[in-house]
């Protein structure tokens, strides 16, 4: 029997009634010559033949969306200036010494926007003398004041900072009770529309006055239990949040103001930021677009989630004022925030894209993963090839010939478990390798330890050429898609298996022919100067109406000495951006030089950020609070060290609750600041013990943890009991 790649866990999380919402498209029938066949022969393939929405310029080619012009200050934002840097300062607002010193920090490292959190009216004080010294001190960037629950505090603020930010869900509905409203006459919430003009239009008529700018920042994780009663968690009710709020501004002929749409989970963030630009284009709006992913989190994770998200996007041409959030100091954010800023824009100056063709493939709308095929076990097979793929979403390592000269090193580095010297397949290692040199047969130590991967399920991958030079049994062929058509589509001799090689140029011709290539996997390797995300659109949507359900890892190079954080961002941009869109069933990252373990580890953080495979614990917390009761860093490595070991667990850290516990997100636990030296535990969104003594709270989560079934004990320690492959 086969298996399919795709699996419930790839699923979005999207809420109840998405599906309804969206909807699915018309599903038509598409005939087909059929490939390898007589003229008079054809195929009928049912395909979904999707009418794609316009939600920006072009899907075969970067091209910045047009806009109009916000002013913020000294800064403008929109499509004719380039894409403005945010971050958010961490300090207690009300130290004005400690903020000013931040917020300058920033802005010697390239902050063009400063946000800064206001919570009430001693913050609103605060924040006059923030703007003051900091005008004495020689500084003008903007300040943004982050307001929630509070629009006597909104009205006060405007006074001093060039931007207010608001929530559209809590601003007038206060703080989150998620309670379920049943409205059966769709005029009763219209009707509580009412309530939220008087509300807001007192800040509209004074930022019009003042001259200050706006931004309507919906978050996923703290909708009004209005909205969430009406449109479920969705996109859609994101999108209908912040137009409700917008439709007042425009009422009173106030138009300076962007728009958001956060989430922590970026499928759920550029579904969003797609639907908002594609409600605007109907409309005939033209604001722009301030991109994030909320509480990303910290180090390569962080940068990686925020890539996918914001990359995504920007890989569109969506996108104006960006801002990376990390569990760091908001300085250090600066630094992926200008390469994910700089790729977008370069892509947009340069026109990266393809020649136009018919994408009706690709559902924006929804997300579902392109269903591949793993594969089969034959008669005859020495190894079990069942493991070459794996069906959450597979991982590859490129290794040399060099790797090879120390086995369990390389063990290591691919993520195995030693048992004696010997490797054995973990949660987290490479599900196979690909070599581009063979070791010559007279090599028997390296032959060994290939051979001893193989037999645990870590299978070889080598060009044909390499594998005809040097045989390797149990290996399996790489032949780009032409060759792979003239040798009629069968594996070479000496080889169990054959992979294709695509580079994005594959003619339309040769891509329909697929289907009749005996292959496990395809690599797509595109070639250099050809935009990985619009060719890799075009390669996807040829294999789907060729009818072909063959697995396709996106293969992506990198030149010796690439800086660390240019892989992880250019990774998340382009093949994150095709992942969101279920394109893809993998991923292998080459790069040579680079430490093979942080490109494994690169690779798997792309697939758990792109909501595919998990293999580590998730952390959210949100680092931007003024009022955040503890050592965020601190305290997350903490409970990293008592939780690290559960895969498929996410774990909200928060200093404390400034947005409501929908802050939290998709979190299945949450350990937050309550009162000082006092922390509140949640589960999802429903706190369940209050008021525990920080010095016992983490012993406290790990047994919340075990009470709803979600614990399992440390692994042995290496060289202690192989795990099964």
């Not at 095929?373 to 090839?385: K, M, S, T």
């Not at 991982?395 to 691919?414: G, T």
Request: contains cysteine.
């Amino acid at each position: 029997m086969q298996r399919s790649v795709a699996s419930s866990r790839g699923q979005a999380q999207l809420g109840a009634g998405s599906r309804q919402l969206y909807g699915f498209r018309q599903i038509k029938g598409a005939r087909l010559a059929a490939p390898m066949q007589a003229a008079a022969t054809e195929l009928v393939i049912p395909t979904i033949d999707l009418d794609i929405p316009k939600y920006c310029e072009s899907v075969h080619q970067t091209r910045r969306r047009p806009t109009r012009t916000v002013t913020i200050g000294p800064v403008k934002v929109g499509s004719q200036h380039r894409v403005a840097l945010q971050t958010m300062t961490t300090t207690d607002t009300r130290d004005v010494a400690a903020t000013v010193a931040q917020v300058k920090k920033c802005a010697d490292a390239g902050a063009d926007i400063v946000r800064i959190t206001v919570q009430g009216r001693k913050e609103a004080e605060a924040c006059m003398k923030i703007r003051e010294q900091l005008f004495k001190d020689g500084y003008d960037v903007p300040l943004v004041a982050d307001i929630h629950f509070q629009p006597a505090v909104a009205m006060m603020v405007a006074e001093a900072f060039e931007k207010i930010r608001i929530n559209p869900g809590n601003f007038a509905d206060g703080r989150k009770t998620f309670e379920e409203i049943n409205y059966d006459d769709p005029a009763e919430f219209e009707a509580e529309r009412a309530h939220i003009e008087e509300v807001f239009t007192p800040l509209v008529l004074k930022c019009k006055e003042l001259g200050r700018a706006m931004r309507i920042g919906t978050n996923h994780g703290s909708l009004s239990a209005r909205i969430l009663s009406f449109y479920g968690d969705t996109p859609k009710g994101m999108v209908e949040s912040a137009f409700e709020f917008a439709d007042i501004c425009r009422k009173h002929d106030y138009h300076n103001f962007v728009f958001s749409m956060k989430a922590s989970n970026p499928l759920v963030m550029v579904q969003a930021y797609r639907l908002l630009a594609e409600e605007q284009y109907k409309r005939g709006w033209d604001y722009p677009l301030h991109l994030g992913v909320t509480e990303a989190g910290e180090g390569e994770d962080g940068r990686m989630k925020s890539a996918i998200g914001i990359g995504a996007l920007l890989m569109d041409g969506l996108g104006d004022t960006i801002r990376v959030s990390l569990t760091e100091d908001p300085e250090y954010e600066m630094d992926p925030c200008k390469r994910l800023a700089s790729l977008g824009e370069t892509a947009c100056s340069e026109g990266w894209g393809v020649p136009e063709f018919s994408e009706t493939t690709r559902d924006t709308h929804t997300f579902s993963r392109r269903v591949g095929v793993l594969p089969e076990q034959r008669e005859g097979d020495e190894l079990d090839f069942r493991p070459l793929l794996h069906r959450d979403g597979t991982v590859f390592s490129a290794v040399s010939l060099a790797d090879l000269k120390q086995p369990e090193a390389l063990y290591r580095k691919l993520g195995a478990k030693l048992v004696v010297g010997m490797p054995f397949k973990d949660i987290a290692t490479s599900d196979s390798i690909f070599m581009r040199q063979l070791p010559a047969e007279s090599d028997a130590e390296a032959r060994r330890a290939l051979r001893r991967l193989q037999e645990v399920g870590v299978h070889v991958l080598a060009p044909a050429a390499a594998l005809a030079a040097n045989p390797l049994p149990g290996a399996v062929a790489v032949m780009t898609l032409a060759e792979a058509l003239a040798a009629g589509g069968k594996a070479p001799a000496g080889a169990s298996r054959l992979a294709l090689s695509l580079n994005g140029t594959e003619s339309d011709e040769q891509l329909a022919a697929i289907k009749s290539v005996d292959a496990v996997v395809a690599l797509l390797d595109t070639s250099d100067g050809v935009s990985r995300v619009h060719s890799s659109r075009r390669v996807f949507d040829a294999i789907k109406r060729a009818g072909s359900e063959i697995p396709v890892l996106h293969h992506i190079r990198f030149a010796a000495g690439t800086h660390r954080d240019e892989v992880v961002i250019k990774t998340g941009s382009w093949v994150g951006g095709l992942l969101v869109d279920g394109l893809g069933d993998g991923a292998m990252i080459e790069a040579e030089g680079e430490d093979l373990d942080f490109l494994r580890t690169t690779s798997f953080g792309l697939l758990q950020g792109s909501r595919m495979r998990n293999v580590k614990t998730e952390y959210v917390s949100c680092p931007s609070c003024g009022r955040t009761l503890f050592d965020l860093q601190e305290v997350t490595e903490q409970i990293r060290q008592k939780t690290g070991h559960l895969p498929g667990v996410a774990i909200a850290v928060m200093g404390c609750i400034v947005n409501g516990p929908g802050e939290m997100a998709d979190a299945d636990f949450g350990y937050v600041g309550g009162a000082p030296g006092k922390i509140d535990l949640y589960v999802g969104k429903e706190v369940v013990q209050r008021g525990i003594p920080m010095d016992s709270a983490c012993d406290a989560l790990v047994q919340l943890i075990k009470d709803n079934g979600r614990w399992v004990d440390l692994p042995e320690p290496e060289e202690a009991q192989p795990v099964a492959a």
